[in-house]
Each structure stands twice: as C-alpha cells, then as structure tokens.
C-alpha cells in the first residue's frame, strides 16, 4: 500500500542505548518530517527536511539527529536515549513544503519507552 | 508566541447528532488550516482544509468554518457515527513558517 512506513512499530531502551527509527514514503513527495506525542499534548515538530539533501531543526530537536538518506528515506536518530524521550514518534510527507494542498500523509507512528 | 489550541477536551455526543469541535489559533498571520483525525493506536489523517481567504468548506459529511476576526476554526461533522469516534486535531500554518503546527486535540465519544 502507498503511503509512509515506520520501523519499529515497538521499541525499549535503556537509558544511554542509542538506536535509529527509520521512515520510508513510496508517494515522491519532497517534504519529510518527524514530529513526537506526548499524552495530552499536541504534535511537536522535531525536525524536517523541505526536500532531498536539506534538513532544519524544528521545535523540540535536542537529543536527536536525522539524516534525509534520499527523497524516499528520512530517519531520525536518538544518540543517548533519556526517559524524557519516552513517547509516541510520527514520521510524516508531504508534496508540498508546509503541507500546503492536502496536508501531510503520516506513518503509523513509533512507540518508544526509554527505562 | 503562537498557539493552536481547542476549547473542550473531551466531547461526548449521541449518534445522529451532529458535532462541532472548536480550535483557537493566535497567530494572525496563519493562512493554511487542517483538520486531522486520529484513530487509537494509528496516525494522524487528513480529512480537510481551509485556506484564509476562504470562510467555509464542505466535505463529505464534514464542514470546517474559518472565522478571521476571532481566530477561530471549528470542524462540524453532521449526523455522528460510531466511526468518529478519535482525537481530532486542528492544525495551521502561514507562508514562510516551517511546517505545520498542532493542537492538543479533542476526544469527540460517539454513544450509541
């Protein structure tokens, strides 16, 4: 099915564990981003990509680093896992920069426990 | 600063009634506005979007309302089904600003 694919779907870390949450989107589209969500909160914009080889942080980035590998992939790496990073992670697309003309097309989502 | 925010959240209505769930924004410069539906355990999904020089938009049993004056969006979805039943977020952006931003979200509770 065409549309944005996340792995893992589950993870557990340890505090200090390092891992890497991979995001691959099969629609051409130019924009990428990876937002978090936390109960009771709306989605936080970590970091995006506005399209193949450019990546900028967003609102909540620290702890983290992404690499737009090419126009399909974009993932996002936690260095030294907190418990602060505990939460759920959207990767999402879109064809045009912000959104504009249909939103964003999100994966399944990550769901991350850091212990 | 900016915010996107929603009045209510939790909203409990009967099935067949219609629903109205409101957003606040207060950034007046916002152009762009989207309303996202999101199941348990699942993404978020579009369902429809208003630009701002657009006051009203109807989809398929949804209608969003834009109110400039105010800052205000509100999502009506007519004769409510159990289906509705998710999180709804509103989110906007405007020209130049990185990506989307978005509500907290409320919980629309279908009861049969």
């Given at each position: 099915n065409a549309g944005v694919t996340q792995t893992p779907k589950f993870q557990v870390l340890k505090t200090g564990q390092s891992m890497t949450l991979q995001c691959a989107q099969?629609?051409?589209?130019?924009s990428m981003y990876w937002y978090r969500q936390d109960p009771g909160m709306g989605l936080r914009l970590i970091y995006y990509s506005a399209s193949e080889g450019t990546t900028d942080k967003g609102e909540v980035p620290n702890g983290y680093n992404v690499s737009r590998?090419?126009?399909?992939e974009f993932s996002l790496r936690l260095e030294s896992a907190a418990p602060s990073q505990t939460s759920v992670y959207f990767c999402a697309s879109s064809a045009r920069r912000q959104g504009r003309g249909g939103g964003y097309t999100f994966g399944s989502g990550t769901r991350l426990t850091v212990v | 600063g900016e915010s996107v925010g929603l009045h209510l959240p939790t909203l409990s209505v009967q099935e067949g009634d219609n629903s109205i769930i409101n957003c606040a924004y207060?950034?007046?410069?916002?152009d762009y506005f989207i309303w996202y539906k999101q199941e348990s355990g699942k993404g978020p999904q579009f369902i429809i979007d208003i630009r701002s020089n657009m006051d009203k938009r109807q989809g398929q049993r949804v209608t969003v309302l834009l109110n400039k004056t105010v800052k205000h969006l509100s999502l009506q979805i007519a004769a409510?089904?159990?289906?509705?039943?998710a999180v709804y977020f509103c989110a906007e952006s405007y020209t130049g600003r990185r990506a989307l931003t978005f509500g907290s979200g409320t919980r629309l509770q279908v009861q049969p």
């Open positions: 099969d629609m051409n589209h130019n590998l090419n126009k399909r | 207060s950034n007046s410069a916002s409510t089904q159990p289906g509705d039943s």
